[in-house]
């Protein structure tokens, strides 16, 4: 490469940036899309982990840290209990959702319409917990 013209080896230096470029938001964007599944399939951990992340920007001490996350546990179960109430109504307009689509499609679109419904539900809408288990700090 010592005789190459002097723009193959910025195009050489701007393919290796852009792979790395494209590698790196690849890597990212799959970290972030797992990590957002399991917080919204364990719903129980959030309050922990809340609080543990606002005892680090707020400098709380232990007890205030304990005190906070009873606070986020106590105010998560009221949360759950709302969306135990609104879940039907958001379930129907889903369900209406996916029928209106599939109104549009031929056959074959169809079934892979509701196969791909069916999965991102399965994935990104898990069922409301019945309860929330207490989880040791």
């Known amino acids: 490469m010592t005789n ?3 723009w193959r080896r910025w195009l ?3 393919l290796i940036f ?3 470029a494209a590698c790196g938001a690849g890597i990212t964007i799959v970290v972030v899309a797992r990590t957002v599944h399991h917080i919204m399939t364990h719903p129980e951990e959030a309050p922990h982990r809340i609080a543990a992340r606002l005892s680090h920007r707020l400098d709380l001490s232990k007890e205030q840290t304990a005190q906070v996350e009873q ?3 106590n105010r998560q179960g009221q949360i759950i ?3 135990r109430d609104m879940q039907p109504r958001i379930e129907s307009q889903l369900t209406q959702l996916e029928s209106d689509i599939a109104a549009v499609l031929t056959p074959p679109q169809q079934q ?3 196969a791909l419904v069916t999965t991102l539900r399965s994935n990104w809408l898990p069922p409301v917990p019945s309860t929330m ?3 040791a700090p």
């Open 4 to 6: 190459a013209p002097r």
């Open 133 to 135: 288990p207490a989880t």
């Open 81 to 83: 209990e709302i969306r």
């Open 12 to 14: 050489f230096a701007l």
């Open 71 to 73: 606070i986020i546990r």
């Open 18 to 20: 852009l792979g790395g």
């Open 112 to 114: 892979k319409w509701h």
